[in-house]
């Protein structure tokens, strides 16, 4: 397993920020190198001092200070700017957040194999400024360190004013995922902080002080003696605080050490055969598109090694503008912090309404938004007001339990209603209340097949053409191909042909239930749009009279039977637009959005429909209303998240953050689809002899592996790949992949924010893991 910066038993590192400029915190830096150098010597260890950013330099020098006062410490300097200002107004050619980033690991990779020498190593890396004070590019430097997961050591301010300041920078730490094991200020006798800072933080984070250090001396020499008798009486505070802090860091890997299988014992995992798992991922922490995870370096050892991780499966396909999103995050806190949580029927609050009015401006075929709290409840009422719209419109009775017509392969989530409304799968067959509603259809399906986009066509349609071949995927969802195409009549004559038969059975159907483009749980599964829009167009336009009693529509009312479309997980720019759908050419009539909506932050989930289908719950018989709901419904932390959320991805969809992958896939503006996913590597991985087909769209790359043995769910034809994606030692990166089976599918999802060089290295690491399993 490759090094990593992160820390570990033998590698113990720390940030130190202040809670404002002028509070003395390279002189607590110091003294903690002082106290850590002892610890060293006693344990046949080595203590490292970073000083990422330094301004002001050479007359002040942070680095030098601790040089002068410390022994056996090594000091580093990584940016030096002459002028005594904030980073961001220093130079005017800053450097990328992630070129700092990249030094500041590669110097902490350093401590960490310098360390190996001995017994391992200290480090402290002191920061410039204040908790927000900003880095050269403006970042704020507790969002620019945040990656790298260190503990905390916050400088408090003992002034006048100063416990304001330290209570704010401590809550802002927090938010932003850092543990603060102390809390070191100076004892000023004159305002007392400290005792103040002890109480409020008890149980949180111990409070430390040292004396105040004495009065300046003009003369350099007077002023180096002066400040080495500071030190020394320095030592005495600072030495149970090195202790504490030892203590703290062993304690936290004793945890980290008996997680996993205090894990076993407790969980019950959902999806998971529990006899069938090797290893349990202990993630420590995540930002941006990565996890930090520590295991064992080698079956049998104890002692944890860190391992950084791209989420590869955005956390359940939630995770769309990365882990511990900081916009999210203070969004929630504030929801938090004005409600925590109201109640929602008949009353009002203002994240709620924003959400709305952001959804319907998004969506601008629908007047009327349901909030409940996860995907499959969003489907369970779209379900609900679909059935009872259609009751009411062909006049039914209420005793009659109308049916769904949908996809083979579908999956719309794991509640009963939602479960009833697929065809049976493997994920329904172990439930005895199962009970399937509906007719099915098997869709042609897509895949890019040695370099040629591949439709294959079932027999039931009865095709001149098994299969038909398109030079790419933009050539598959053109707006002419969806209108014009020969397949459009021999598509349209099956379903019509079709509906003719379930109607002279007898069968009712209460709605058309599609996930639009690619069924995720189904198997990565890309439907032919134009069957899917031949589907829409035959039930809007002959449903009336093959599935009902003949009663049409008025202008603006849905025709047919209602058209839900569940974008639980195509929504919301994980296929490159706001709703999946609008690539098919049609709109819905009820539509259920959740995962991406709120960021991968928080559960919540929206129905969205129009006028049509909710006046059939009015009437005066409260009886008569949409009986669903939850405790938590609309809660304003979620919508508040999601608002901004939405406002995140609209402006990365206006703002030419995609720009790049569009032009790599030939596309321009919003015209039709594109993918993070390099066209030149789809095309590669197609022709590989262990592949059978490939799929990428938007932030989804799906690879179908050929098996012998058959194909679906239960296959285990991707799980060599995906732990060698787990746990593999890559020649060109040590970020191993989080993926998860499924099937015989190999599937790898980016975020809506993950840069091109990103995914040129994810790209790499799995065509390497394909090739070895040649």
């Not at 004892?187 to 008890?202: C, I, M, P, Q, V």
């Not at 590669?684 to 799906?702: D, K, R, T």
Request: charged residues 20%; hydrophobic residues 35%; glycine residues 8%.
């Amino acid at each position: 397993m490759p090094s990593l910066h992160l820390p570990s038993r033998a590698f113990q590192a720390y940030n130190v920020f202040a809670a404002n400029t002028n509070v003395g915190k390279t002189i607590f830096a110091t003294g903690l190198c002082r106290a850590a150098a002892l610890q060293a010597q006693q344990n046949n260890k080595r203590v490292f001092y970073l000083k990422p950013v330094q301004t002001g330099y050479p007359v002040d020098s942070d680095a030098r200070h601790v040089d002068n006062f410390t022994k056996g410490v090594s000091t580093t300097t990584l940016y030096a700017y002459k002028d005594p200002v904030s980073p961001h107004v220093a130079t005017l050619e800053a450097p990328r957040d992630e070129e700092i980033l990249e030094k500041v690991r590669k110097h902490m990779l350093g401590c960490v194999e310098d360390g190996k020498q001995v017994n391992g190593s200290y480090m402290f890396l002191e920061t410039a400024g204040g908790v927000h004070s900003p880095a050269m590019s403006g970042t704020s430097q507790s969002e620019l360190y945040r990656s790298l997961r260190l503990p905390t050591v916050l400088i408090g301010d003992s002034k006048l004013g100063g416990i304001s300041t330290t209570v704010t920078s401590y809550e802002s730490l927090q938010m932003r995922g850092y543990d603060i094991p102390e809390v070191l200020l100076f004892n000023d006798k004159a305002w007392n902080n400290h005792e103040y800072l002890a109480k409020r933080f008890n149980n949180e984070a111990d409070v430390s002080t040292i004396p105040l250090p004495p009065m300046q001396l003009e003369d350099p020499v007077k002023e180096l003696e002066s400040m080495k008798k500071y030190y020394e009486q320095v030592d005495e505070h600072l030495h149970p605080v090195m202790e504490r802090l030892d203590r703290k860091h062993q304690e936290r890997f004793e945890r980290l050490e008996t997680m996993a299988q205090k894990s076993r014992d407790v969980f019950w995992w959902p999806f998971t055969q529990h006899d069938m798992v090797k290893e349990v991922t202990v993630i420590d922490s995540a930002y941006n598109d990565h996890m930090y995870t520590y295991a064992p370096e080698a079956p049998g050892k104890k002692e944890l090694q860190p391992k950084e991780m791209f989420d590869a499966c955005a956390s359940w396909w939630t995770q769309g503008l990365g882990h511990a999103n900081p916009k999210l995050t203070l969004a929630a806190a504030y929801a938090a912090g004005r409600y925590g949580h109201v109640m929602f029927p008949e009353a009002t609050n203002e994240p709620a309404l924003k959400l709305a009015e952001a959804m319907l401006e998004q969506n601008d075929w629908a007047q009327r938004v349901f909030f409940s709290d996860n995907g499959s409840t969003a489907m369970e009422v779209a379900i609900k007001m679909a059935i009872r719209s259609t009751t009411i419109r062909y006049g039914w009775d209420d005793k009659l339990k109308p049916e769904i017509i949908g996809l083979n392969g579908s999956y719309h989530g794991d509640t009963i209603g939602a479960m009833d409304a697929c065809a049976p799968n493997v994920y329904n067959g172990q439930v005895q209340w199962y009970q399937p509603r509906g007719h099915w259809y098997d869709p042609p399906t897509v895949q890019t097949r040695r370099g040629k986009v591949v439709v294959t066509i079932p027999d039931e349609i009865k095709s001149k053409q098994d299969s038909v071949s398109y030079e790419s995927m933009g050539s598959l969802f053109d707006p002419e191909r969806l209108a014009n195409d020969e397949l459009k009549d021999v598509y349209e004559r099956f379903i019509r042909q079709s509906l003719e038969g379930l109607s002279s059975q007898g069968r009712k159907f209460g709605a058309v239930l599609m996930e639009p483009v690619l069924m995720g749980s189904g198997g990565m599964v890309v439907s032919d749009p134009l069957f899917q829009k031949a589907l829409v167009d035959v039930v809007r336009k002959d449903g009336a009279d093959l599935l009902g009693n003949g009663t049409q529509g008025s202008s603006g009312e849905w025709q047919g039977l209602p058209i839900v479309i569940d974008e639980v997980f195509a929504g919301m720019y994980r296929l490159g637009r706001s709703r999946a759908s609008s690539y098919l050419g049609v709109t819905p009539d009820i539509a259920a959005f959740a995962k991406v909506l709120t960021g991968g932050l928080i559960p919540l989930a929206l129905t969205v429909t129009t006028n049509s289908i909710f006046n059939n719950f009015l009437s005066d018989n409260k009886a008569d209303c949409l009986l669903h709901g939850h405790s938590y419904t609309a809660h304003p932390m979620g919508c508040a998240v999601a608002k901004a959320s939405i406002d995140i991805l609209e402006q990365l969809n206006t703002d030419g953050s995609w720009s790049h992958y569009k032009q790599d896939w030939g596309v321009k503006a919003n015209e039709n689809i594109w993918s993070m996913w390099n066209k030149n590597t789809v095309d590669f991985l197609s022709h590989l002899p262990n592949v059978q087909g490939v799929n990428a769209i938007g932030s989804v790359l799906a690879v179908e592996l050929k098996d012998a043995e058959g194909k679906g769910y239960t296959s285990a034809a991707s799980a060599n790949i995906v732990a060698k994606m787990r746990n593999h030692q890559f020649e060109h990166t040590n970020i191993n992949m989080f993926a998860r089976p499924l099937g015989n599918v190999v599937y790898v999802m980016a975020s809506q924010r993950t840069q091109p060089e990103q995914i040129k290295v994810l790209e790499q690491t799995l065509l390497q893991c394909l090739e070895e399993e040649l």
